[in-house]
């Protein structure tokens, strides 16, 4: 049993990094790149942010495996339902912070802090439930 949850957080995690990744790009590049537009002298230039698009990778890497390491410590075998609350657990526990402390310390438009967290919300939802496929009895 307990080679089973390894290679689940192994998987779960793989599938999360590549998951993540996709969900960023459609929330800040798609979604929200009029936004970001719009308050341009906040922000880096575009050859400024590819320098360091490695640290995200590094981060959504880390931020994947723990995602996927924290559900297998707490399933308790009820597939995408359970991962539909972990979702959302995640997401206020991650998403309310990450989004306003931007709020806060940025220069930024409340509905762009709600947004980001909106759409981060919907992030978490979506990687807790595919937790739960992942991690579902069969």
Known sequence: MKRYFKNRV??????LFVLINIANYVIHQVLLGADYASQDKLWRTGP?????????????????????????RGYEGTGWVEGLRYGVIMGIFLKIPEAYSQFVVLPISYSLALKTFAYGMIE????GCVLGFIYQKK
């Open 124 to 127: 978490m939802v979506i990687l």
């Open 48 to 72: 400024e942010i590819a320098d360091k698009m490695w640290i995200f990778q590094v981060i959504f890497l880390v931020q994947a495996y723990f995602l996927s390491f924290l559900f297998s």
């Open 10 to 15: 192994l998987f779960g995690g793989v599938v």
